[in-house]
């Protein structure tokens, strides 16, 4: 039985897939291959770059684009000798050595050793590749995966080494090469030891004729993708079910087989082929996979860490209309797939956007010890107001400590009030969140089975209560921050479809008294709707 694939290339006898030659424009890279380009290739991880690599080797290998040699080889491996380059190349050349080994060629297996000792590590590459595109007239294409896996000194000697030959093809040197990373060769900032000095790809690497971006599955892709686990088993996927799995990942490729794979296979009710795969089971699965930590989404909130990201990320989080980030931190968030790469400047998919502040507050929610009883009534029903209320009270005497061990300090108060949230709404209901550049505004969703049910055994969505919490800071008069805010959190209760609304406003102001800041209040917005106002 075949199943969605969550670890490395795809195995088309174990895994539903999209032909991974269909995902790029193979005209343009054939073109490239015939007309001696050297090329990048490059997307988020776990995106399918590997698949599409192997698929290519194997066309030109079967000789239908003509008489060609291609090779693959993953340099990974080399960057446990991070900038030692002699230990780096010696990598390098024993996996260049293998994998032309598999493919019947065994020549680099017989004079690398001797090139390596010969020459050296800076001109081993390029000496090896010129005779071993000698020993064979047909022309020899090179496909280098994870190549920004190498650091410092050893990728711009591998880079300057494939530059160096570059004149000599196709005779004397591979007639193509792709180097295939997560970003784009020209965006790198490499920092040489030995040079003392920054070098950036593109100097180090001038050579690229093109640069190629692998998007995510569209959505008719990820709709065939399901549309294979049905056709093999009988087991269907709700229309809600298939419209969760797009807005919910977007098309990223490894959300989309780890959601599908949780509830169609690890989920217990999922194993029942008979029972068709509903909205419900696919956001129990992605719950899962948030709280998981699964590695995929683990390496992706470590990024959070870095300063280049937390400049893009900490505005979208905060509702800032300032951005702070440069052109270079844009790219290289882009690059990691964090963000969307269209305009309005977003998390790229809501799956995302539930990681990084879950990550960011992980610290505030693992301190929090909520009794959830305290905020539900018999009927099961969450009182959002006696929520507000405790945390209104834990704001005060709390977010001067909390706020402090933010690295991201702008998006502190919004989010302590996650933090706050999560705990209590993860022992049944969940938050769906909005935020983004120049919004003004933190949107948050809780979503609330109506009467504490699980839903189990209904076969449409479990009924819920929807209560929406909307976050400003106060950045002008409070009599401005309330009129807009009044008519957002409306509108947001209009489209949600909620019938209860609060406005949570944070003052920041340094030396108010929390006397001046803190207040509840019922207002009501220019529709009618009357909301909760929250000061803190």
């Known amino acids: 039985m075949r199943r969605f694939n969550t670890e490395g290339p795809i195995i088309a006898a174990d895994h539903y897939f999209i032909p991974p030659l269909e995902r790029v424009n193979l005209d ?3 073109d490239l291959v015939r007309n001696k380009r050297y090329f990048v290739l490059h997307a988020p991880r776990q995106t399918g770059k590997t698949s599409v690599l192997l698929a290519l080797r194997d066309l030109l290998n079967r000789g239908a684009e003509g008489d060609f040699r291609c090779v693959y080889v993953n340099v990974e491996a080399a960057q446990a000798a991070r900038e030692n380059v002699e230990s780096a190349m010696r990598a390098i050349l024993s996996r260049l050595s293998s994998r032309a080994r598999l493919s019947g060629d065994g020549f680099l297996h017989e004079v690398w050793p001797g090139i ?89 690497f001038n050579v690229r004729a093109e640069s190629l971006r692998l998007g995510d599955f569209t959505e008719a892709e990820v709709r065939a993708l399901l549309a294979q686990h049905t056709e093999e088993t009988g087991q269907a996927f709700t229309p809600e079910a298939l419209e969760t799995v797009w807005t919910e990942t977007r098309g990223q490729p490894w959300l989309v087989n780890a959601l599908c794979a949780r509830a169609c296979f690890a989920a217990e009710a999922g194993q029942d082929r008979a029972r068709a795969i509903t909205r419900d089971a696919l956001l129990d699965a992605r719950e899962h996979l948030v709280v998981s930590r699964q590695v995929h989404l683990d390496q992706l909130a470590d990024k959070l860490r870095e300063d280049r990201v937390r400049r893009v990320v900490e505005p979208l989080l905060s509702g800032s209309d300032e951005a702070r980030y440069h052109a270079h931190d844009l790219e290289y968030v882009r690059d990691l797939g964090l963000v969307a790469h269209d305009d309005p400047l977003r998390i790229a998919n809501p799956i995302y956007a539930e990681v990084v502040p879950r990550e960011l507050t992980w610290a505030v929610q693992s301190s929090l010890l909520q009794e959830v009883d305290w905020y539900v009534d018999a009927e099961g029903s969450l009182d959002v107001g006696k929520l507000l209320g405790a945390f209104q009270a834990f704001f005060r005497e709390h977010s001067e400590h909390w706020l402090g061990r933010f690295d991201y300090v702008e998006a502190g108060p919004q989010l302590v009030l996650q933090a706050f949230l999560q705990r209590v709404v993860n022992s049944g209901g969940r938050i769906e969140r909005e935020y983004g550049l120049g919004r003004g505004r933190t949107d948050l969703l809780i979503v609330w089975p109506r009467g504490g049910g699980s839903g189990e055994g209904t076969p449409g969505p479990t009924p819920a209560d ?44 340094e030396g108010k008294a929390w006397e001046e800041k803190i207040f509840r209040r019922e207002e009501s917005s220019s529709i009618g709707r009357t909301i909760t106002v929250w000061g803190m």
């Open 28 to 30: 343009e890279v054939l």
């Open 116 to 204: 390596l000792a010969t020459t050296g590590p800076h001109d081993a590459l390029t000496e090896a590749l010129t005779q071993w595109s000698m020993a064979d007239p047909r022309p020899l294409v090179l496909l280098i995966d994870e190549i920004d896996s190498l650091i410092g000194d050893s990728l711009i000697s591998v880079l300057r080494q494939l530059r160096a030959g570059y004149d000599q093809r196709p005779e004397g040197f591979p007639q193509s090469v792709a180097l295939c990373g997560v970003r784009d060769v020209r965006d790198y900032r490499i920092r040489s030891s030995s040079e003392n000095a920054a070098i950036t790809g593109g100097s180090a």
């Open 466 to 509: 929807r209560y929406v919490v909307e976050c400003k800071v106060l950045r002008r008069s409070l009599e401005t921050t309330l009129r807009e805010g009044l008519e957002q959190t409306a509108g947001y209760m209009d489209r949600c479809g909620s019938r209860e609304g609060h406005l949570v406003i944070f003052d920041r102001s």
